[in-house]
């Protein structure tokens, strides 16, 4: 596709269940970012992955939370046990290489996540 | 501490106002600032990026930025705003790490 997808688009779920979103880069992007929105925050890090290199999971909030990407396509972003706390959109973004400074990075549409 | 701080969660202007939504940002390095759309249902989209040179940055849309370092600034402006730039924005601050650092936000809501 010419863009980021991502899915789903929404997804409900009960406290404690385990949840996966996908997020689909744009083909050739070695780069790829996973980002959480709060409803009235910012964006806040979460992940990234370059090529094969080691991922910077610097962001991630607790251990519930992981992700994985194969080389340079899908990556997977994992919560177990969800929480309510976790209730935001998840949005990913990719680049044709690592650097924000000077590759444009291209978002998703992100996944609202519900936490009942 | 590196941030980003939006003043403005909200700010409501009528169809052909001028505009200027804030940015102030807090970084130990020399700033690459952003600021980015994003409307319902859609991602990010990027609307300019200051680097370096000219202070005053042209971008898409018609919007424009001016960095003052002195202030710590990056304020977006538009001379004159149309009902489709109803949107949230959000201004961000990247350097040479590779992580992008955002604001809260600012709802942009137009009136005919």
């Known amino acids: 596709g010419a863009g980021v997808s991502q899915s789903p688009s929404n997804k409900v779920t009960e406290k404690g269940k385990d949840v996966e979103l996908r997020c689909d880069p744009i083909?050739?992007?070695?780069?790829l970012y996973w980002y959480r929105q709060r409803l009235g925050q910012g964006l806040e890090f979460l992940i990234y992955?370059?090529?094969?290199?080691?991922?910077?999971k610097s962001g991630l909030p607790s251990d519930r939370f992981s992700a994985e990407r194969t080389g340079e396509s899908v990556s997977t972003l994992t919560i177990q046990r969800t929480q309510q706390e976790d209730s935001a959109v998840y949005l990913c973004?990719?680049?044709?290489?690592?650097?924000?400074?000077?590759?444009?990075?291209?978002f998703g549409p992100g996944t609202r996540l519900t936490v009942l | 501490a590196q941030s980003v701080t939006q003043p403005d969660i909200h700010i409501t202007v009528s169809e052909g106002a001028s505009l200027e939504l804030r940015c102030n940002y807090s970084?130990?390095?020399?700033?690459?600032l952003f600021w980015y759309v994003q409307s319902p249902g859609q991602g990010l989209q990027l609307l300019l990026k200051?680097?370096?040179?000219?202070?005053l940055v042209q971008g898409i849309k018609g919007f424009e930025a001016e960095f003052k370092r002195s202030q710590s600034s990056f304020n977006l402006r538009k001379p004159s705003v149309h009902w489709s730039d109803a949107a949230e924005y959000f201004c961000?601050?990247?350097?040479?790490?590779?992580?992008?650092?955002f604001g809260t936000g600012t709802r942009l809501q137009v009136f005919p």
């Open positions: 083909s050739g992007h070695t780069a």
């Open positions: 973004d990719s680049s044709l290489v690592s650097g924000v400074s000077y590759n444009e990075q291209f």
């Open positions: 961000a601050v990247g350097g040479n790490t590779d992580k992008l650092i």
């Open positions: 970084y130990g390095a020399t700033p690459y």
């Open positions: 992955f370059q090529g094969n290199s080691a991922p910077d």
């Open positions: 200051y680097f370096s040179g000219d202070t």
